[in-house]
């Protein structure tokens, strides 16, 4: 069991003006995710995170995250094929959440969202710049494990599960339709890792889950409103826009957790 910690002293009852941002968040990162697919936890933690910080922030993504995700997941065909060619990399990305969880004790918050900023900046280089791994097929189980590792240990020290899992899948030669559901199925796995890993630390409080309970709500909307887009907008514009905006998010919250910026927001 991961050692339990104090409940987070950010968790108070928001005022109004918080919880309508808060809300606005999850509709404009649903929207986003209804759209290309991917993008509602990157976006509500970079934003959340610079809002109320980075574990209030983990903790009300997690449910919206998974409810989203599990969609995905169970949709299309393919479930039996990724997980017989992938199960190593989603295993370990599931398992190694708690490793993650448990090394964010022994970093302070600033740290954490330092290492968002980071993922979320290396994240958006990486879409612009359409960059994809290269591995030789005989390498391609060690290479899952290890990335699959490496996911589970960013996701609980980020809430991010995007890094670097998403690339390991752009470079399996998976089919559209197989990428999009290899991504809902890491997705899911990983918020359900990060939710228990967080309620036995004592950061996912009755208060936090409620919360994150209603933000399902412009979550879905925001899902159903990409979906109408996605059928009008051109999916390589609205990408090159989402990839911009992760990186100057994510450039953001790192000078703002750098010491070099020193507001609060």
Request: glycine share 10%.
């Amino acid at each position: 069991m991961l050692p339990r910690q104090r409940s987070c002293d950010c968790l108070m009852e928001y005022d109004a003006s918080t919880f309508v941002l808060i809300m606005l968040v999850f509709l404009i990162a649903g929207t986003i995710k209804g759209v290309v697919g991917l993008g509602l936890p990157p976006v509500v933690l970079g934003l959340l995170t610079a809002m109320i910080g980075i574990y209030p922030a983990m903790v009300m993504v997690a449910m919206p995250a998974f409810v989203t995700n599990f969609y995905q997941a169970a949709s299309g065909n393919n479930a039996r094929f990724l997980g017989r060619e992938h199960w190593g990399f989603f295993l370990c990305a599931t398992l190694f959440v708690g490793v993650g969880c448990w090394m964010a004790l022994l970093v302070n918050h600033q740290s954490m969202a330092f290492m968002l900023g980071i993922l979320l900046t290396i994240y958006g280089v990486a879409g612009l710049y359409n960059f994809r791994f290269v591995i030789q097929q005989r390498w391609q189980s060690v290479f899952g494990v290890v990335m699959g590792m490496c996911n589970g240990i960013f996701t609980g020290l980020t809430g991010s599960s995007a890094v670097p899992g998403v690339f390991y899948l752009q470079s399996s030669g998976l089919s559209k339709e197989q990428l999009i559901q290899a991504m809902g199925i890491l997705f899911t796995f990983s918020s359900a890792s990060l939710s228990v890993a967080l309620y036995l630390q004592n950061q996912l409080t009755v208060f936090s889950g409620a919360i994150s309970l209603v933000a399902l709500i412009p979550a879905v909307f925001g899902m159903y409103i990409g979906a109408l887009i996605r059928k009008r907008l051109s999916v390589k514009a609205f990408q090159t826009t989402f990839y911009i905006s992760l990186l100057v998010l994510g450039l953001f919250i790192v000078v703002k957790n750098s010491g070099i910026w020193s507001w609060e927001i």
